[in-house]
């Protein structure tokens, strides 16, 4: 595969024993070499799939629960990742086809590009609102009431895109922080995939939505199903953190 070399595969998984396998049958099924898992404290089997898996070299378990950002950020720093790019991916998705090369081909033939995100599907084929324009304040109210579910949203025409849902984000290098890291670690959960979005557009680079490669995911929507739950809470504080950051820039956006 013309990826393997240049592309390094992160994958956080914390209790997904119901979708772990046939994400490794997938990647093994296209020939991904470097996938590099972060289990953050699984307690259902996730982590004895992983680590009876051909990958078993390339998992770091934690004993911990901690951030979406800093456990992929640890898988970089704990196994020295150097790659011309990073691919995030849910542990929840899964393919028949290499969707990887048409993303890392495209990202290769144009320097302007950022971050490149294939079209994502329900299991059903029903197609997944994955490209997006960045929210304002009213759409953020209705989602996190609940009121505005993601298939209800406005899917953003590509290639262009303000942001790309993080279940599968290919990421070029030079968007890794001056730490070599590549989140902010400041998100508990949420939000991360937006930050690094917006990131890009403020760097001059594109975020491009790309029509020639596809994956499968099953989306929760976890915070969703309860405005009270900690994931709400987490999502509201993520919010409140991008806003601060960016201040005026994403009002101007």
Known sequence: MSFNKDVNVLVVTHNHVEYIQKLIDSLLRIGV???FFCDALSTDG???ILLDSPYASNVLKKDKLESFSRNN???IRHFNLDSKCYLLLNPDTYFEEDFISP???EMEK???IGIICPVIKYPSGELQISWKSFPNFRQVILKRTGVLKSKNEKFMEGPNIDWCLGACMLISSRLLKSDKTLLDERYRLYCEDID???ESHQRGLKVIGFSGAEITHHLNETS????FS???LWNISSIVKFILKWNISYFKS
């Open 73 to 75: 950020n640890d898988l």
């Open 230 to 232: 900690k994931y709400n």
């Open 103 to 105: 993303l890392y081909e």
């Open 46 to 48: 996730t982590a004895e």
């Open 110 to 112: 144009n320097e302007s």
């Open 33 to 35: 070499d470097k996938v």
């Open 196 to 198: 690094i979005c917006f």
């Open 224 to 227: 969703a199903k309860n405005i």
